[in-house]
């Protein structure tokens, strides 16, 4: 490129930019850039640790509350209560008649404790029982979804 002529008036071509703190600059916005990503995926990373455990808490809870409501309507021999809270494919197996002979004929649980859900190829929850005879079992609530409340259900305890 030819050098700018000489004399009054005359100017280059092109300015030269401007060099102080081009480079404090550039590292100043790559470390801001480079926060803000942490931050967000950080905040967004916890947030979603925060989703499953009260997820998983809410689907505890939500077992306990219907495992304990089929049982407490066992034993106070409300047949038709503790049907109502069985699952579409265990009532499709009996009628409210055969239920209550069936479930009248077993032993009377005089108190139980309920685990925590166990996600594995069935929803379940463990339930340690104590027999009015005094004999102890541990037992496990087969639950499942209600297809229109998005409820559970008991299907089974066995």
Excluded: H
Excluded at 50 to 77: F, H, K, P
Excluded at 98 to 117: C, K, N
Aim: glycine share 10%; hydrophobic share 40%; aromatic share 6%.
């Amino acid at each position: 490129m030819p050098a700018p002529p000489q004399g009054p008036g005359a100017e280059p071509l092109f300015a030269a930019p401007p060099s102080e703190g081009r480079g404090a600059r550039l590292w100043l916005g790559l470390g801001v850039a480079a926060l803000a990503v942490v931050l967000f995926c950080g905040g967004g990373g916890a947030a979603l640790v925060g989703l499953l455990i009260s997820g998983s808490q809410a689907l505890n809870e939500q077992a306990r509350t219907v495992v304990t409501d089929y049982l407490d309507a066992v034993d106070d021999e409300d047949f038709r209560k503790a049907y109502d809270l069985l699952c579409d494919s265990a009532r499709q197996q009996e009628s409210p008649a055969e239920f209550e002979r069936r479930v009248s004929a077993e032993p009377e649980i005089a108190s139980f404790e309920i685990g925590d859900v166990s996600l594995t190829s069935e929803l379940s929850v463990p339930v340690d029982v104590t027999y009015a005879s005094g004999g102890q079992d541990n037992l496990q609530a087969l639950l499942d979804q209600d297809q229109t409340t998005g409820g559970l259900r008991v299907c089974d305890i066995r």
